[in-house]
């Protein structure tokens, strides 16, 4: 694994910062679309050799969730990292909107990127592990693992703070939104209000300012949950200690892993948030990499 830039105490201290570190990823990948009768979709891809890593992330969110989960397997790994149909590059869906409708532009997605004799591991943060499970299930040939990272809340009822979170206007600029975005990723993403750094507020900024997608709405059912049943592939979970999406039912999450896939393994990482890979992105990445020699 290679570490990311922003793995070490260097947090970035201005935007401009920020913004150069995201810009400096994006460049060392190639873009790619694909096409489904439902919607066309925006991938980025990264690497040239190695297992196949794709990708899903968060509701409202694009790519840049996994800002510092790329840098560490873009050596390592052929990473397929999505903008889900409605949020980040990708257009939005043709028709009405439901978790089986955008998993179907996915599961299309992948078919057309990845080599027909070649395995995937899906790696799916939140919102993305909705559609991962329907994905597995989909490309179950092809799907070798899926690893559940955060992903609220399967019909498992839960009492979140996150359902406090202010509506911020895609109109008000980045200074004007700020102090709103701070709050927020406090109360939803991220467990120390240390880690609310430059990055953080300008990659949700920048998310939720192209998002188009009504993600929290599409994934309050057990659908997500009925889909995970359905899969055969194996199974992981990881969870930031601190997640308020999920408060305080993670042993509900861990039991629904492991009475679907027996072998299924299920991690927390401790000091962590919802946002676990960006949050303790040293911890995380040194896990996932563990974890996806054991497939």
């Known amino acids: 694994m ?4 922003f793995e070490t105490n260097t947090q970035p201290t201005a935007l401009a910062n920020a913004q150069a570190h995201v810009k400096s990823v994006a460049a060392r990948s190639t873009l790619a679309t694909t096409s489904h009768d439902d919607g066309d979709m925006v991938w980025r891809v990264w690497g040239n050799k190695g297992p196949n890593l794709v990708l899903l992330h968060g509701g409202s969110g694009s790519w840049t969730h996994w800002i510092h989960t790329i840098p560490a397997f873009e050596h390592s790994h052929r990473i397929y990292a999505a903008d889900l149909p409605g949020l980040g590059d990708s257009p939005t869906p ?14 299309a997605g992948i078919e057309q990127l990845v080599p027909h004799d070649e ?10 592990g909705a559609i991962g499970a329907q994905v597995a299930a989909l ?10 990272i955060g992903t609220p809340p399967f019909g498992i009822a839960h ?3 996150a359902n406090e979170i202010t509506a ?6 980045f200074d004007e939104a700020r102090e709103f975005h701070a709050r927020n990723l406090r109360l939803l993403m991220l467990s120390d ?3 609310v750094d430059e990055l953080a507020l300008h990659i949700h900024h920048e998310n939720l300012r192209r998002a188009r997608l009504k993600s929290r709405k599409i994934i ?3 659908t997500a949950q009925r889909a995970l049943r359905d899969t055969r592939c194996h199974l992981r979970g990881v969870w930031g200690e601190q997640d308020t999406t999920i408060h305080p039912n993670l042993d509900a999450i861990r039991r629904l892993l492991v009475e679907v896939d027996a072998s299924a393994t299920f991690d927390i990482i401790t000091a962590a948030g919802h946002w676990a890979p960006f949050e303790k992105p040293f911890k995380f990445n040194k896990l996932l990499a563990r974890r996806l020699t054991e497939t």
Request: with cysteine.
């Open 220 to 222: 309050r059912d057990d």
């Open 119 to 128: 395995s995937v591991d899906l790696v799916t943060f939140s919102f993305g």
């Open 193 to 195: 209000t240390g880690s």
């Open 94 to 107: 043709r028709l009405p909107s439901s978790l089986s409708s955008v998993a179907g532009i996915v599961a």
């Open 159 to 161: 009492d979140s703070p």
């Open 2 to 5: 290679t570490p990311s830039a």
């Open 139 to 148: 490309s179950a040939a092809r799907t070798q693992s899926l690893t559940l």
């Open 168 to 173: 911020v206007g895609k109109s008000l600029c």
